[in-house]
Structure formats: structure tokens, C-alpha cells
């Protein structure tokens, strides 16, 4: 039983068990409920068991299946909750929403504009491939459909742009980067690699060469072949095609199978100029230099100059002592250059140690901190020439402060040594010079000086050894006459004064003004001569023995002859002198010895005997401590023998008249 109602009369006909409306639209509030489904038209039915035709060939299935037969047709196609799987594979292996593509070989997208394909997405077993058709287009990546700008892009070029829409070619030499990332602040114009995993390796960033001619074909490099180059660019307000600065690697060498020797260069580019120079090169051996040529040895560091005026210098130094990082004016600033310990490594000792401040600039070799251990040995070493290897030690200060000049060792306590080796040569004996640089010194000018000095300050003077030119003026290369004087302190004083003088003719000049002149010290106490003089004598080992002075006080010499100056025109008050008979009668003459030469048998007088016959021929002498001076309460005695010996001849002229008064006396009595 059915209702019909169509447009001209209302009419229901039951008679097939449907409900078939035509013409106007029914209009139903509520809930219409058919038992068997409803059906529109020819083309529409919904049937009872949920199915929905649309035409003949577009029909929704109750299980979720859905049958299109225009523009869109989904065979093996499947949407579900797990995505759309189009093709012979279906998406259930998803655990998200997802759009699967398959084929026999792969599957892809395709982006046309009316037929005009432009792009595709492919991929297959080999891998993805995102391909711009057309020449001149490029891949771009934007963010919220590019309301936040495009952030990178793949150009025709293939060329990755990172911050920019196109290249920038006119980044140093023209010739823009397969990579380029421009941006305007840190955060977008920052290149970082980072490694996250537990141990000791790092992320890397390596550059590579190779003489294939073709990417994949291994040919071996070739020396001074450039590995890398690492550019720094700086716009000089036309565009960045000029450098500031570079990095370069390059073959060190010959390669070969894993033997690839290198070198780094490091240039920057000079005031005025718009081409790099080289600074610094780390060579394959480890030698560090300043320009293209670094010694061959292997290590170590080469300063050269780059210039007709800039020398190879290093320079040391900042302020705040040991973490000192900067350098200010009107602060101390330090450097240091130290070597690590043999027993430890991570112990060091100071080589050099320099300081500039408020009172002056110094340099501290082989210590002075507490910062790192000091030196306890220094070595100086020279070669004999230009071409020798080993050089040889020629000066030594050791651990206890000692300077050997001739360097080795010493057993001597002297704070200054200098050694020589066998041979006659200045260099070979141990020799000292000091000189004086400059025109030639006139007569009585000081060529040099030997100081000695104490006190606390060790500024106080104890005695000097001076040179001065002699009573002539010098001659450079022909005549320089000297002399040398000695010259020490005495109590009382604080300046030394000239006490000995060896003058330009080998002259001695003595000056004493306490106790005596002249000491001469022997151990012995015999015969044994302690002042020689010989005559026609050139030498040590020639001449002939004219006058000498035994340790026993014997004098000798070969004439026998003795003087005094006795010229009329030194002398005044000229008279006779009175007779000497009585005092010779009175004076008793002795044998006797010398208490610290007992075997020796003297004869003479005492001088306390004589004294009390003539007190003229005794004089006397302080007797002082030879090492203080001082004063010892007591005198010694000492007989004038010249004066005694011509009052004898007085008394002896005395006895002579006697003796002719006498004569004539007999003479006459023997007559008569």
C-alpha cells in the first residue's frame, strides 16, 4: 500500500507499498521513517539496509565503501580512520592519518595548472624525489602559508637559499655558494652543528679534495693543492667581494695512499689594500711561522718580518697578573713562557717571566714567581761558526748562584768563575776584559774599573783597581800607555784612596800613611831570599841577582856599596860634631839570637843598653794588631845602626888623633 501526491490533485495509491512524491517538495518537522527506504526520482534511492545510489554507478555502502563514476574514481581505494590508501596497498599499517600511494614501481603526485604540469612528488625504492618542472622555478619552504615570509628555497641553480630569495653572488668573489644563509640577526644568520651522545665524540665539519674529474673518481692531490678555504668577506659599502681575512689547507708534501701531509695558512689584508697576506703558516712538520718560508725543523716557531720596517716580533702580555685578559694603561702587565716538569707534566717551570709597572719594565729569567717552578740551572752555548750544529757551553750560572764563565761545573765557593782549556789564546786561558768604547783617552783618563763594595745595600766601598791612561796621551793602534792603581778604605772612611800605583815605565809608587810601607810575608825563616832585584833582566828567568833581602834579615848585594843622598845643596847648619869617644867607650856589644831563630848567632847591641848611653840611637814603634791596627798597649825598640856606625867613625877619627899625638910622642922620646 503506498501515497501518492503529486503536483495537480492529491492522490495516494498504496498499491505497491511505497511513498512516491512528485512535482512539489514535502515539508516534514519531525521524523520520517520508512520501513522498506526512500527513493527520489529515478536516481536516488535509500534503501532499508542503509545502502545510497546516486545514478547508477555513485553508490555509499553502509560498510563505509563509496562507488564515484565521474572525474574521481577510487578503485582499491580506501578511507578510514587510519588515513586513504589509494592503489593495491591499503593504510592500515599507520598509527596516524595518512595518505598512502602505490604502484608497481612507486607512486607520485602531480601539480598541474590546466593541464600544465609544473611539480611532482615521486618516490619509490630509491628514495623521494620533489621535482619543479620548469626551469625557472624554484622550491621554496614558507611557514602558515607564507604569511610569515618564505625561509628557504631550492632555486633553478639548485642551490639551497637560506634567508634570501636569491643569490647572493656578490658575496666576496661573485660567485654565490651552493649553500647561502643571509640573515639580519644572530639567530638567522647563525650556522650550528651540534652532538648529543654520551662519550667522547664530537660533530664534524669537513672539506675535502680530490683531482677526479668526476664527483666519485678518486685522483690523488698533488703538493701546494688547496684542500679548504674558509673566507671572511666585509662589505666596503659597494658590495662583499673583498676578504678581510682567510683560512686556507693545503698539500704539505707528496701524498700518497694514506700519507697526506698539510699545511694551514692564515692571511688578513693590510690597510689600503683589497688583497690578502699571508701571517702564519702551521707547516706539516709543526714548525709555526710568520711567511710562507718556516724553517725546516721540525716544531717550534718562526717569526719573519713583513716588511722593509716590521721585524718578526712576538709580543707578550695583559694586565691583572695571572688571569690577566686585557691590556690597560696605568696597569701592571705581566707574560709568562713556561715548559712542563719531567717528573709531571702538568707541573711547569718558568723560562721567562717579565713585568711592566709603575716602577719600570723587568724580565725575570728562569723564575722569581711562586706561580711555576723556577729553573734551578742556566746554560749559555755558542758554536765556533756559522755552520755548526752543537754548540758548545760557555757559560753556566748553577743552583747556587755561581757564574762560570767557560761554563761546567766548579768546585770552588767563588760566586763568579771563569774558566779557560787548554791552548794560548785569550779564549782558551781564563781571561777577563774590560773596555772602554770610544775616542782615545787623553793622559790620567780612566779606561776602566774593578769595584768592591759591602754593606747591606752593597753600595759601601771597601777598595777599587782602576786603569787610566799613563802621562801620555793614546794613540790608537801605535802607543797606550796605562797605569794601574789599587786603592782601598781606611777606618774612618767611606771613600777608598790610592794606596799603589805600577805607573806606564813599571814604576811602583807606595802610599802608606799608618805603620809600614812595605810588608813582606815568609814562612820561612833563613836564608831564603824575600826581595830580589836583579839587573839586565827582561824576565822572570833571566838577569843577574844584584840586591836581595833573605827571611832572616840578611841583606846582600853584589857591590858591597851603600849611600845617602849627602849633596851640600840638601843640607844646612853645617858644623862638627861633638866627640863620640865616651859613647863608644860605654857601648857594650853583645852575641846573642833572635827568639824565633834560635840557631842563628847575632851580634849587636840592645837597644835598652844603648839607650841609656845615647838615647838618639834607640827609637820605637807601636805595636798594633795586624789585622784591627789596634793599639796593643806595648812598644818595640829599634837601634839607628847608620848613626851608631858614624859615631864610631867620629870616635875612630878621635883614636886616629890620639894615636898620631901618641906616635910623635914616642917618635920624639925615641929620638932624645
Known amino acids: 500500500m503506498g501515497i501518492r501526491i503529486d503536483g495537480a490533485s492529491d492522490l495516494i495509491n498504496a498499491s505497491d507499498g511505497s511513498l512516491t512524491v512528485e512535482g512539489l517538495s514535502i515539508n516534514v518537522s519531525g ?28 553508490t555509499l555502502f553502509a560498510n563505509g565503501n563509496a562507488t564515484f563514476a565521474g572525474i574521481v574514481t577510487a578503485s582499491n581505494t580506501t578511507i578510514s580512520s587510519t588515513g586513504i590508501g589509494i592503489g593495491a596497498a591499503t593504510n592500515g599499517s599507520a598509527s596516524y592519518p595518512s595518505v598512502t600511494i602505490s604502484g608497481t614501481s612507486g607512486g607520485a603526485v602531480h601539480f598541474e595548472d590546466d593541464g600544465d604540469l609544473l611539480a611532482d612528488i615521486y618516490g619509490s625504492s630509491d628514495g623521494l624525489v ?14 602558515n602559508s607564507g604569511s610569515v615570509g618564505e625561509k628557504a ?13 636569491s643569490s647572493l653572488g656578490e658575496v666576496w668573489n661573485n660567485d654565490g655558494g651552493s649553500l647561502q644563509v643571509a640573515g639580519t640577526s644572530y639567530l638567522n644568520s647563525t ?70 701531509p698539510g699545511r694551514l695558512i692564515f692571511s688578513t689584508t693590510p690597510d689600503g689594500s683589497n688583497s690578502r697576506t699571508e701571517r702564519l703558516r702551521i707547516t706539516s712538520t709543526g714548525a709555526l711561522g710568520t711567511n710562507s718560508t718556516v724553517r725546516a725543523a721540525a716544531g717550534g716557531l718562526d717569526l ?20 690577566g ?9 705581566q707574560y709568562r713562557i713556561m715548559m712542563p716538569t719531567y717528573a709531571d707534566p702538568s707541573k711547569m717551570v718558568t723560562q721567562l717571566y717579565g713585568v711592566s709597572g709603575s716602577s719600570g719594565h723587568e724580565i725575570n729569567y728562569g723564575g722569581y714567581t711562586g706561580w711555576a717552578y723556577a729553573a734551578n740551572m742556566h746554560k749559555f752555548h755558542t758554536a765556533a761558526d756559522a755552520t755548526t750544529g752543537t754548540g758548545t757551553e760557555r757559560l753556566r750560572i748553577d743552583a747556587s748562584g755561581r757564574c762560570i764563565v767557560g761554563g761546567g761545573t766548579h768546585a770552588g765557593g767563588s760566586n763568579l768563575v771563569v774558566k779557560g782549556i787548554s791552548g794560548s789564546t785569550p779564549n782558551a786561558y781564563a781571561c777577563a776584559s774590560f773596555c772602554r768604547i770610544g775616542s782615545n783617552p787623553t793622559a790620567g783618563t780612566s779606561i776602566a774599573n774593578l769595584r768592591f763594595n759591602g754593606g747591606s745595600g752593597g753600595t759601601s766601598r ?6 787610566k791612561a799613563g802621562e801620555n796621551n793614546w794613540t790608537e793602534g801605535s802607543s797606550h800607555p796605562s797605569q794601574l792603581i789599587f786603592a782601598v778604605t781606611k777606618e774612618s772612611a767611606t771613600s777608598s784612596t790610592e794606596r799603589f800605583r805600577i805607573d806606564q815605565s813599571g814604576r811602583i809608587d807606595l802610599f802608606a800613611d799608618a805603620n809600614n810601607g812595605v810588608d813582606i810575608h815568609m814562612p820561612q825563616s833563613d836564608t831564603t831570599e824575600a826581595l830580589v832585584v836583579k839587573r839586565a833582566s827582561s824576565n822572570l828567568n833571566d838577569g843577574t841577582v844584584s840586591f836581595t833581602v833573605a827571611c832572616d834579615g840578611d841583606v846582600e848585594n853584589t857591590n858591597n856599596s851603600y849611600g845617602q843622598l849627602s849633596d851640600v845643596k840638601l843640607k844646612e847648619n853645617i858644623v862638627d860634631a861633638n866627640s863620640q869617644w865616651n859613647d863608644i867607650k860605654a857601648v857594650k856589644v853583645r852575641n846573642f839570637n833572635f827568639k824565633d831563630n834560635s840557631s842563628k848567632k847575632m851580634l849587636g847591641v840592645v837597644a835598652q843598653e844603648l839607650e841609656t848611653v845615647s838615647s838618639g840611637l834607640v827609637y820605637q814603634k807601636i805595636d798594633r794588631d795586624p789585622n784591627t791596627n789596634e793599639d796593643l798597649g806595648t812598644v818595640t825598640k829599634a837601634v839607628r845602626y847608620s848613626v851608631l856606625y858614624m859615631k864610631s867613625v867620629k870616635a875612630l877619627q878621635e883614636a886616629i888623633t890620639k894615636i898620631e899625638t901618641l906616635e910623635t910622642k914616642v917618635a920624639a922620646l925615641e929620638s932624645a
Not at 521513517?33 to 547508477?56: E, L, P, R
Not at 642551490?159 to 634570501?164: F, S, T, V, Y
Not at 719573519?304 to 688571569?323: K, P
Open 304 to 323: 719573519q718580518s713583513q716588511g722593509a720596517t716590521d721585524l718578526g716580533t712576538l709580543t707578550l702580555g695583559a694586565s691583572g697578573g695571572q688571569n
Open 191 to 260: 650556522f650550528q652543528i651540534s652532538r648529543w651522545t654520551n662519550s667522547a665524540s664530537c660533530p664534524h665539519f669537513i672539506m675535502g679534495k680530490s683531482r677526479g674529474g668526476a664527483v666519485g673518481t678518486n685522483v690523488v692531490v698533488q703538493d701546494d693543492d688547496t684542500c679548504g678555504l674558509i673566507v671572511f668577506a666585509a662589505d666596503d659599502g659597494t658590495d662583499l667581494q673583498n676578504a678581510v681575512a682567510e683560512i686556507r689547507a693545503q698539500v704539505d708534501g707528496t701524498p700518497g695512499s694514506n700519507d697526506t
Open 130 to 143: 620533489l621535482t619543479a618542472r620548469k626551469t625557472s622555478d624554484a622550491i621554496t619552504f614558507q611557514l
Open 325 to 333: 685578559q686585557n691590556r690597560n694603561a696605568n696597569t701592571e702587565n
Open 31 to 58: 521524523v520520517v521513517t520508512a520501513s522498506d527506504g526512500f527513493k527520489v526520482g529515478s536516481a536516488a534511492t535509500i534503501h532499508s539496509t542503509g545502502q545510497f545510489n546516486i545514478g547508477v554507478a555513485h
Open 153 to 165: 628555497r631550492f632555486d633553478s641553480s639548485g642551490r639551497l637559499l637560506i634567508g634570501h630569495t
Open 462 to 467: 771597601a777598595a777599587e783597581i782602576t786603569v
